[in-house]
């Protein structure tokens, strides 16, 4: 694949792929034992290998297939699927709103594949990269390739590792999505206002989720714990002006 | 987590919730990339209030998924000494907080489940 910096005659330039393969090792390295673990759970929910994978392939967000599992299993409505969902990966665009100034000369169906494949892992290496380099096309895409075919053969092989092994429970194997989530949380958390509302969302929902609110629980508490977020920074914000101004 | 009735949602339906859920995780992923390159304004084009907001929902929707799956396993509120998970979020937490590695985190949450089986049967 030609790339910007690998048309020219050196050979010292590593081509784009294994660039790549450096920059995406850590991510692939994740990936795969949880993609495997979701496969495994996929698998013990009921799920056929096709979706299994079909969603690592189509939907590709780690979080949200963990979740989906459970409630396939539960029999919940498609829609509280969908919208639960939804509201789990709102927070890529975010993401994808801080990508933007990096890639003002993409394409548009460079830009949609890039989107396709934004995750919360490719989004901090990507914004690691971009800091201090113009964004090779060549590179970020195989970045991104590596990292979702790590990701769906992880889910294969979980889904194969299921049907071997006969309960995930001894394994621990429950308790990968919460601890991804403890990771995700503390790689998230930046100032004490973000520990503040971490902790106000989680008792929300916690509360919420014992008064019987189950599904809705997550997008309830997550709408208001947000919310409390930007009124608190407001408060604080028109506070500080105040006592600056007399 | 029981295991599927096949009587309560079709093969097709499954197929098609997830195609929906495709396209529901792709969007805000997509838009904010192809809307903030339209213009030449530099920075963001979203109102401040918004962005501020957008900015707060990784972190509340990250906690309000885990609280309740740690707190809440079986619909119950269970802060007994023997929820495993209780104990399990401390090495994850340390070690996510003193290696930033995601998947050295999610070992060492698994570890300390599989290890509590073990030892207490």
Same mark, same amino acid.
């Given at each position: ?96 709103? *801080? ?5 003002? +000369?993409? @394409?548009?169906?460079? #830009?949609?594949?890039? %989107?396709?494949? &934004? ?80 902790? *106000? ?5 916690? +509360?919420? @989720?014992?008064?019987? #609110?189950?599904?809705? %629980?997550?997008? &309830? ?26 | ?121």
């Amino acid at each position: 694949m030609p790339t910007e910096s690998s048309t020219a005659q050196t050979t010292r330039v590593q081509p784009a792929w294994q660039r790549g393969l450096t920059q995406a090792t850590p991510i692939i390295l994740g990936y795969v034992p949880i993609g495997f673990a979701y496969g495994v759970m996929a698998q013990k929910s009921g799920l056929s290998t096709a979706h299994t994978v079909g969603m690592s392939l189509i939907v590709y967000a780690g979080a949200s297939q963990f979740i989906a599992t459970g409630l396939f299993a539960a029999g919940i409505p498609a829609l509280s699927i969908v919208i639960t969902t939804f509201v789990v990966n709102l927070r890529h665009m975010l993401m994808s709103a *801080a990508m933007a100034p990096h890639l003002k +000369t993409w @394409t548009k169906p460079q #830009l949609t594949a890039f %989107a396709y494949e &934004l995750t919360d892992e490719t989004f901090a290496v990507h914004a690691a990269r971009f800091a201090g380099h113009k964004p090779d096309r060549a590179e970020v895409f195989w970045i991104n390739a590596l990292a979702q075919m790590a990701w769906v053969t992880g889910s294969y092989l979980g889904t194969v590792g299921g049907q071997v092994v006969p309960d995930p429970k001894p394994w621990g194997l429950d308790f990968a999505l919460p601890a991804l989530f403890v990771a995700l949380l503390v790689l998230q958390i930046r100032d004490r206002l973000q520990i503040g509302i971490a902790l *106000a969302t989680g008792v929300l929902a916690v +509360t919420f @989720t014992i008064w019987g #609110l189950d599904r809705w %629980a997550v997008i &309830l508490a997550t709408l208001v714990g947000a919310t409390l977020g930007v009124i608190w920074e407001q408060w604080t914000k028109t506070r500080s002006h105040k006592t600056r101004s007399y | 987590m029981g295991t599927m009735d096949q009587n309560t949602i079709p093969q097709d339906a499954i197929l098609l919730t997830i195609l929906a859920m495709g396209a529901v995780t792709f969007l805000p992923r997509l838009l904010p990339l192809l809307l903030l390159n339209r213009g030449k304004a530099s920075g963001s084009a979203m109102p401040p209030l918004v962005e501020s907001w957008l900015r707060h929902v990784p972190v509340a929707v990250l906690a309000a998924m885990l609280l309740p799956s740690i707190v809440v396993p079986n619909g119950q509120l269970d802060l007994a000494p023997d929820n495993l998970y209780l104990w399990a979020i401390i090495p994850t937490l340390l070690t996510a907080w003193k290696t930033r590695s995601l998947v050295g985190s999610v070992l060492a949450g698994m570890a300390t489940v599989a290890i509590g089986r073990l030892v207490l049967g």
